[in-house]
């Protein structure tokens, strides 16, 4: 992703008091958002690293010149990609999240009655400890005890932990860079081998608007190694085009994500603090428009 944030044919991201989101992902549009201020600018070992105060979405993420989350709007991308796999599954007491630095996905995961220990494996300690000090709402997750934190790559984890989790979440940047392998077949494989009996996958799975060949193509080989496939999403503005897709995968052929096991009542609603995530939401969330339907299901 760096290289889009670098190519000499995009207008630097910071201008006039502006913060301008541009990639070849999706070409000939752009996001913006008014600064107040730059909190953080730097760079680890893997990525850029920009934190960023902005006038009506809070402080915001950004890595290698792509959004990841703002304070605003980062519930529903992370609410989605957790409750819709741990509330298919009929005990996810064991969750691993993959990526997810921000602690977004975390927050919400440890927060789900089950769940009685998550492992967060990401490769960039930098992003979690930038994370801590400038989204301190959103990194709270790592407060848990419930929680193991694991500072290296995702695929040799995976590799050392076989037939373990009940659920894992992959909270992965855009398909450019490092992060392509994790759009790839043979990611679904090690997921798919670390995963216990009956077990679900839930990954990031890019926009219905601009990556709909991607999408069907993830679909076709997950359907090779899972007997349950299903694509959902949510609505965030601060994605691209105001959408972003989840990609779910179970061992279980009984699995119907459409329908939640676990329907939390308006209490757990309210003491969990879910401000995006329902039932309904969750079986809308699998209703696609009519041209994402044909192309993905039929």
């Not at 298919?88 to 975390?106: M, Q, R």
């Not at 927050?107 to 990401?122: G, I, Y």
């Not at 603090?273 to 009519?290: G, K, Q």
Request: proline fraction near 6%; include cysteine; aromatic fraction near 12%.
């Amino acid at each position: 992703m760096s290289q889009d944030s670098e190519d000499s044919t995009f207008p630097p991201a910071f201008q006039d008091g502006w913060f301008r989101e541009f990639s070849t992902l999706w070409p000939g549009q752009a996001f913006s958002l008014q600064v107040e201020e730059i909190l953080y600018q730097g760079k680890s070992k893997y990525q850029d690293v920009v934190v960023f105060k902005s006038k009506t979405y809070g402080n915001v993420l950004v890595l290698d010149g792509i959004i990841q989350l703002t304070e605003r709007d980062e519930f529903s991308y992370q609410e989605m990609i957790s409750f819709l796999p741990l509330n298919s599954h009929p005990n996810p007491s064991n969750v691993l999240i993959i990526g997810g630095g921000d602690g977004g996905v975390l927050r919400e995961v440890v927060k789900h009655p089950a769940v009685k220990t998550v492992t967060q494996c990401e490769i960039d300690e930098d992003v979690i400890e930038i994370s801590k000090k400038y989204l301190p709402k959103t990194s709270i997750g790592f407060q848990s005890d419930k929680v193991t934190v694991h500072i290296g790559d995702g695929f040799e984890f995976m590799k050392n932990h076989q037939a373990e989790f009940d659920v894992i979440i992959t909270d992965s940047s855009d398909p450019i860079g490092p992060a392509s392998s994790l759009f790839q077949k043979e990611y679904y494989e090690l997921m798919k081998v670390a995963l216990a009996p009956g077990g679900i996958v839930c990954a990031q799975g890019e926009c219905q608007w601009l990556h709909l060949s991607l999408i069907r193509n993830m679909q076709t080989f997950c359907k090779t190694l899972y007997p349950v496939v299903d694509y959902g999403y949510t609505t965030i503005p601060t994605y691209p085009s105001g959408q972003i897709g989840l990609l779910l995968c179970s061992l279980d052929e009984k699995t119907n994500f459409r329908e939640p096991l676990r329907k939390f009542t308006p209490d757990e609603m309210k003491k969990l603090n879910l401000l995006y995530y329902s039932s309904d939401i969750h079986r809308a969330s699998f209703v696609l428009p009519e041209f994402a339907r044909k192309e993905l299901r039929e």
